[in-house]
Structure formats: structure tokens, C-alpha cells
């Protein structure tokens, strides 16, 4: 794949809103604009979460500094896991917390069908399946072909396009009495370092009567914060004993981008038809200083 990029230097950013959390004065979030010179918007509004670092002397306030985003959307951080100054500020959802009437919206993808071109799950072409463009964060279907794609993000649309990397079966099992298959899932934006991934997922499809439909797009559960240097990384997705057993890389504020210091299992049961997460087990906490 070439690799896509865009001349960020040449553009500038306009802050439209701001809101400081009430409980934890040292974060914020601001809705921003890209422009052009010409003053002219070039992307999406996106929203960015801000940090202040504690400062020395007499700055005692210190200076803002982007943690996480530009994103639209922040996937789970209303959980209870999640520090209470982010779920100030992002619940229930950011768009609502600076003041918009609306927010994007990514499809779940659960329920999404694609034919499978076979009747034995085993004889599928993973590496030309479709897969739902919630698994890297977009809101269309994303078509891979020997094992990779570009996609366009709702969730992160700053970046031109985002390279899907795909089509290698998990793991087969049987749920709710139909084959089932894992295909794992990594976004990008084509860098080429462990710095340019954007996240991991694995689309569990079920096979029934040559067409498959996925009942669910496993993601790593590690709560959102503004420490963490890299996004989790789910590991291998395997059934037995009709649950979904996922395995996860979680970051520290000290690990580098090449290594996680934390490793959770999270567990994800069949509920009405479709794969829910039903426990998290922390195996290792990530490193603290």
C-alpha cells in the first residue's frame, strides 16, 4: 500500500468551543476547526481533549497540551472505570457537553451481512470478506481484498484515509448452535511505526445458509484516559464454552509505543442473538511510575 498523508503545517487550527471539567479543572475539551489560509474549513469539526500540567514558579497554572483526538466519537468512556473529570466532559457524548444539537454516529455494525460465497465456514476468503466500518471507526462497509483496504474514519477524520489490515482468521467455534469464525482487524494511518496504529478489533461472524452476519466487533475494554501512549491491543479471540474469550495488551503512562506493561482477558457472552462484553479480568495492571 502508498502511503497517504496530509500537509498539516500548512493549516490552522481554530478552537469554536471550549469546556473545562467542573470535578478536574486540569482537563478540558474544545471543538476544532481546520482551515486553510485562505480561512477556508478543510476538515471535519473534531474534537480534542485537552490536559494542564501543574507548572513551576509562578505559571502556576501551566500550559494545554492535546492528549487524545481530534476524534468525533470516544468509544466506551461512559463506563464507571473511566476517571470522573473525562466522563464530565464526554458524557453522554462530547458533542452534548460543548453544546451541538448533533453528533456523528458510527453504526455498531452488529446485525451487518455479507455472503460468504460458501457454505463451510472453514472455505471462506477472509482476506477478500467485508467487514463493518465500525471496526475501524467508519460508517461504511469496508471491502478488503488480499488482506487490506483504505477506509474513510467518522471517528478519527483527520486522516485522509485509513489503512485496514485484515482477513486473518482467529479462531472457528460454534455459538448459539451456528459456526462462528474471528477475523482480526488492525487500523492504521499507514506510517508504518506501532505509533500510526489506531486500533485493533476482531469481527466474529456467524454463518448461516451462505451469508455471513456479524454478531459482534470485539474491541480491547481498557478504560479511556489521558496517560495511556497507545491504543490497547487485542491479542488472539477464541470460543469454547460458547463465550468469546478475548486477550488484550493494555498501556502504562511510562510504556513505550513497541510494548504494553498491562494484560486483561475480557469475556464476551451471546445475549439476543449478539456477542456482549459480560467481565473484564485485569491479569497485570500497567506500570505506574
Not at 446485525?111 to 471507526?137: E, H, K, L, Q, Y
Request: charged content about 15%; aromatic content about 6%.
Amino acid at each position: 500500500m502508498i502511503g497517504i498523508t496530509r500537509d498539516y503545517d500548512r493549516l490552522r487550527l481554530k478552537v469554536t468551543r471550549i469546556r473545562v471539567s467542573l470535578s478536574t479543572p486540569q482537563l478540558a475539551t474544545a471543538a476544532v476547526r481546520a482551515l486553510n489560509r485562505s480561512g477556508r474549513q478543510v476538515l471535519p469539526t473534531a474534537i480534542v481533549v485537552l490536559s494542564r500540567s501543574a507548572g513551576a514558579g509562578r505559571r502556576k497554572s501551566g500550559h494545554w497540551s492535546f492528549d487524545i483526538g481530534p476524534a468525533t466519537s470516544f468509544p466506551d468512556s461512559c463506563g464507571p472505570a473511566v476517571e470522573v473529570g473525562l466522563r464530565d466532559l464526554l458524557c453522554p457524548s462530547p458533542w452534548v457537553v460543548l453544546g451541538y444539537r448533533h453528533s456523528p454516529r458510527i453504526p455498531s455494525g452488529l446485525g451487518f451481512t455479507t455472503p460468504a460465497g460458501t457454505t463451510n465456514i472453514r472455505a471462506v476468503r477472509w482476506g477478500d470478506v467485508t467487514v463493518p466500518g465500525s471496526a475501524c471507526g467508519g460508517d461504511q462497509p469496508i471491502h478488503l481484498r488480499h488482506g487490506g483496504a483504505y477506509t474513510k474514519g467518522v471517528a478519527e477524520p483527520w486522516w485522509p484515509a485509513i489503512a485496514v489490515y485484515g482477513g486473518r482468521e482467529g479462531h472457528y467455534g460454534e455459538l448459539g448452535g451456528r459456526p462462528v469464525a474471528t477475523v482480526s482487524v488492525v487500523c492504521a494511518n499507514n506510517g508504518g511505526t506501532a505509533d500510526g496504529q489506531l486500533g485493533f478489533a476482531a469481527v466474529v461472524y456467524a454463518l448461516k445458509a451462505g451469508v455471513l452476519s456479524v454478531i459482534c466487533v470485539v474491541t480491547p475494554r481498557q478504560p479511556l484516559s489521558v496517560d495511556t501512549p497507545h491504543v490497547p491491543i487485542l491479542g488472539s479471540v477464541t470460543i469454547r464454552n460458547g463465550e468469546a474469550i478475548a486477550n488484550e495488551a493494555w498501556y502504562g503512562p511510562d510504556d513505550g509505543t513497541a510494548g504494553a506493561s498491562g494484560q486483561a482477558r475480557t469475556i464476551w457472552k451471546l445475549a439476543g442473538g449478539f456477542l456482549r462484553p459480560f467481565r473484564t479480568i485485569i491479569i497485570r495492571k500497567p506500570r505506574r511510575a
